[in-house]
């Protein structure tokens, strides 16, 4: 079975620390995308990336990185975590040219509370 | 820029009734993707819509593509408790970036 995985499900931190945010696919995908989701809002796109050590802003990326290393790893990076930026993170992945007909491939999510 | 608006944003209904989801978006979009999800959990593929007049059914959902209408509509036939969950439509944004709606909450009462 097919996976994205992202390292934490529930995440508390407090404001200014640096914050990791983990994510791992095992589909051999091209694309890796993260989204944060907040109530009434959507999904809304921070940074994605095409290939290795790519990375693309995409609508919110303020106060946000990405770093891409290798194919199947994608990491968020909150460089001073605020409380604003509390919210359920969610990481996708998706294959170049297929991804076209079967979307994204999603992770589990990772609720970040910043305190 | 592609923007992607559901109505209604929160829907209870009784078991057994129909009703129906809109997705609008904004600018054309040959494609779209329907999710689901349940509290607390990440988000699940239900439908991809690849053409216009693409329909789509798995179970009680039916998913249609209007592209000219810029329209995508999600039909549940004689709803039962288990479809509740918040759905999701996602119409694609070029560079293989998905823009999505705002969720569709829905409650089915016994």
């Known amino acids: 079975d097919v996976k994205v995985t992202q390292s934490s499900r529930y995440l508390v931190k407090r404001t200014g620390e640096k914050v990791f945010l983990e994510c791992v696919q095992d589909?051999?995908?091209?694309?890796m995308f993260w989204y944060r989701q907040d109530p009434g809002l959507g999904l809304r796109l921070i940074y994605f990336s095409y290939d290795v050590k790519m990375k693309e802003k995409g609508d919110i990326p303020e106060g946000y990185s990405v770093s891409r290393e290798k194919k199947e790893r994608f990491s968020l990076i909150l460089e001073s975590a605020s409380t604003n930026q509390t919210s359920m993170y969610l990481c996708?992945?998706?294959?170049?040219?297929?991804?076209?007909?079967?979307?994204?491939?999603f992770g589990s999510g990772t609720r970040l509370t910043v305190v | 820029e592609l923007k992607v608006e559901q109505n209604p944003l929160f829907l209870s209904m009784q078991e057994g009734k129909n009703y129906t989801i809109y997705c609008n978006y904004s600018t054309t979009s040959d494609r779209l993707y329907w999710y689901r999800q349940d509290p607390g959990k990440s988000l699940e593929s239900l439908f991809v819509l690849l053409s216009n007049g693409a329909v789509k059914q798995e179970g009680r959902l039916m998913a249609s593509l209007d592209t000219k209408a810029r329209l995508s509509t999600l039909h549940i036939t004689a709803a039962v408790h288990d479809l509740s969950a918040t759905y999701f439509c996602?119409?694609?944004?070029?560079?293989?970036?998905?823009?999505f709606g705002q969720g569709t909450r829905l409650t089915i009462n016994p």
């Open positions: 996708a992945s998706s294959s170049l040219g297929l991804g076209y007909n079967y979307g994204y491939t």
């Open positions: 589909m051999d995908h091209e694309n």
């Open positions: 996602a119409a694609d944004g070029g560079a293989q970036k998905l823009v």
